[in-house]
């Protein structure tokens, strides 16, 4: 049986992937108590001692306005982490899947950006993940880099989507940032999407997907202002308590921040389409969905 070893195990996506994993092999999950993503050594013991045939890395520091403060654990767990990975996984002949970020862009584009368009992060956090890329690239022939953008699940720690509802069953006017643009994902897509790449790096032949760097994210675009809309509609809809009557459209610079972000960060999602056969499914389906299943959740 396939073996596979999952950090991040406590993430909004890690979550999920260790059950869409199970139909691959078996999982083998550890959080940041088992495995210190700030020691190498202790990385490249574990892998050793392991032995999987494939390392899904799911863990990352994301506190995108901390890490202009905490520069060095960001780039601890974002850039060095990985590498080490990429070194143990090469010993044993592993596959290493990482998660990366559309934040390795600077969002100057108006087109959606392609896996082989020049990088340029504009923080902290966006030059930690493009140095993890790097080093992976640089060690490890057998890889996949999975790029995404503006992730939201049910599970995990707070999200967008989780903190306009905790937002919005407080207070009747939000403001929101309305110019920057992307595409909201859900976690649960995203770990369907890496459970397709790793089955298909199984098969044999011509057969097997081709190692590399993919993009990924629900399909279609939005704003934070059209995304929060969106959560209100369809979360009001669904029966949430809500006190929210009005939400205004601000922009970035009404808003500053620690961290600048990418105004346009959309990805282009035509190489893994091309590749899987898969259409990524529309941003708005899968909020209906994600907020469906809070509802649940929440409910019980």
């Given at each position: 049986?396939?073996?596979?070893?999952?950090?991040?195990?406590?993430?909004?996506?890690?979550?999920?992937?260790?059950?869409?994993?199970?139909?691959?092999?078996?999982?083998?999950?550890?959080?940041?108590?088992?495995?210190?993503?700030?020691?190498?050594?202790?990385?490249?013991?574990?892998?050793?001692?392991?032995?999987?045939?494939?390392?899904?890395?799911?863990?990352?520091?994301?506190?995108?306005?901390?890490?202009?403060?905490?520069?060095?654990?960001?780039?601890?767990?974002?850039?060095?982490?990985?590498?080490?990975?990429?070194?143990?996984?090469?010993?044993?002949?592993?596959?290493?899947?990482?998660?990366?970020?559309d934040y390795v862009f600077d969002g100057t584009n108006h087109t959606p950006y392609t896996?082989?368009?020049?990088?340029?992060?504009?923080?902290?956090?966006?030059?930690?993940?493009?140095?993890?890329?790097?080093?992976?690239?640089?060690?490890?022939?057998?890889?996949?880099?999975?790029?995404?953008?503006?992730?939201?699940?049910?599970?995990?720690?707070?999200?967008?989507?989780?903190?306009?509802?905790?937002?919005?069953?407080?207070?009747?006017?939000?403001?929101?940032?309305?110019?920057?643009?992307?595409?909201?994902?859900?976690?649960?897509?995203?770990?369907?999407?890496?459970?397709?790449?790793?089955?298909?790096?199984?098969?044999?032949?011509?057969?097997?997907?081709?190692?590399?760097?993919?993009?990924?994210?629900?399909?279609?675009?939005?704003?934070?202002?059209?995304?929060?809309?969106?959560?209100?509609?369809?979360?009001?809809k669904l029966g949430f308590p809500l006190k929210i009557q009005q939400v205004l459209p601000?922009?970035?610079?009404?808003?500053?921040?620690?961290?600048?972000?990418?105004?346009?960060?959309?990805?282009?999602?035509?190489?893994?389409?091309?590749?899987?056969?898969?259409?990524?499914?529309?941003?708005?389906?899968?909020?209906?969905?994600?907020?469906?299943?809070?509802?649940?959740?929440?409910?019980?």
């Open positions: 049986m396939t073996k596979i070893l999952l950090t991040g195990i406590t993430g909004q996506v890690g979550q999920e992937l260790q059950e869409t994993l199970t139909s691959v092999g078996e999982v083998i999950g550890v959080n940041r108590q088992q495995l210190d993503l700030t020691q190498p050594e202790q990385i490249h013991n574990a892998i050793a001692e392991i032995k999987p045939d494939i390392i899904i890395n799911a863990a990352a520091y994301t506190a995108v306005d901390k890490a202009e403060k905490e520069s060095e654990l960001a780039m601890a767990i974002n850039a060095n982490a990985p590498k080490a990975m990429a070194e143990a996984a090469n010993k044993i002949s592993a596959t290493l899947v990482h998660i990366s970020t896996e082989d368009e020049v990088t340029n992060p504009l923080g902290v956090y966006g030059k930690s993940k493009l140095l993890g890329e790097t080093g992976i690239r640089q060690i490890c022939d057998r890889h996949i880099i999975l790029r995404t953008a503006w992730v939201y699940g049910s599970r995990g720690h707070g999200n967008f989507v989780k903190t306009m509802l905790r937002l919005g069953s407080q207070r009747e006017e939000l403001r929101v940032v309305a110019d920057q643009i992307g595409s909201p994902t859900w976690a649960y897509d995203i770990a369907v999407a890496i459970t397709q790449l790793v089955s298909g790096q199984l098969e044999k032949g011509d057969a097997a997907i081709p190692m590399g760097t993919y993009n990924y994210t629900n399909s279609g675009l939005a704003s934070w202002y059209d995304f929060a809309i969106a959560i209100f509609t369809e979360a009001q601000i922009t970035t610079a009404d808003y500053p921040t620690p961290a600048q972000r990418p105004s346009y960060s959309v990805l282009s999602k035509v190489k893994f389409t091309k590749t899987l056969g898969i259409n990524p499914p529309y941003w708005r389906d899968s909020l209906i969905e994600m907020l469906t299943q809070w509802r649940t959740l929440t409910s019980n």
